[in-house]
């Protein structure tokens, strides 16, 4: 399937990573052919490391909220924010009231959400996080209340809400919400210590 916008003519849907006022955001390495590569999957994937925390920190939260009131969801779940613009996010945590089992993208916002990098493809560091700011104005304009954004590569861990912005490591405890933390190194030393136990 393709999509025509006001911006291009025709980009293969799944070359599209987001969908801002109606531009898309191709995934990164589509200029480049990149994604060519992928026989059975088209959008660019993630790296081992990317792919393995996201599950890891769906797991984690999803064993604090058995049974309680909110909902844990994981992959490139898409937020559809209005008409022709739609985010994704790596994890989210809903009301358990604003959240529906649908096929479609969803219609309200969670409370909290987690991002793994940047996904996007941008010309310069510039652009990218022009994108970057522009996506958490429109998440929280949405009525996300905090944005949770992990960096793989200098292990940081910026936590932003609508009043103010922190940057942390990654031993730091991280308020997630309802009183729960995250502590990504510990996640990532259980791994490691997971190779001593036989």
Avoid at 163 to 187: L, M, R, S, Y
């Amino acid at each position: 399937m393709t999509i025509k916008t006001d911006f291009v003519d025709i980009i293969p849907t799944q070359d599209i990573y987001e969908m801002d006022e109606g531009k898309p955001i191709l995934y990164k390495g589509y200029r480049y052919g990149f994604t060519n590569f992928y026989e059975n999957e088209k959008t660019m994937p993630d790296s081992d490391y990317q792919s393995w925390l996201k599950i890891e920190i769906c797991f984690f939260l999803r064993l604090i909220f058995k049974n309680k009131k909110y909902v844990v969801t994981g992959g490139e779940h898409g937020l559809q924010i209005k008409k022709y613009l739609w985010r994704a996010v790596d994890a989210a945590i809903f009301r358990k009231e604003n959240f529906k089992l649908t096929n479609k993208y969803a219609q309200t916002a969670p409370e909290v959400i987690f991002e793994i990098d940047l996904k996007g493809d941008f010309d310069t560091p510039t652009k990218a996080k022009k994108d970057q700011d522009r996506k958490i104005k429109q998440l929280f304009d949405f009525g996300v209340k905090k944005i949770i954004w992990i960096h793989t590569d200098n292990k940081e861990i910026r936590v932003i809400t609508p009043e103010k912005e922190e940057t942390f490591d990654w031993k730091t405890n991280i308020p997630v919400i309802a009183g729960a933390n995250i502590n990504i190194q510990k996640i990532v030393d259980d791994y490691y210590k997971s190779f001593d136990v036989e």
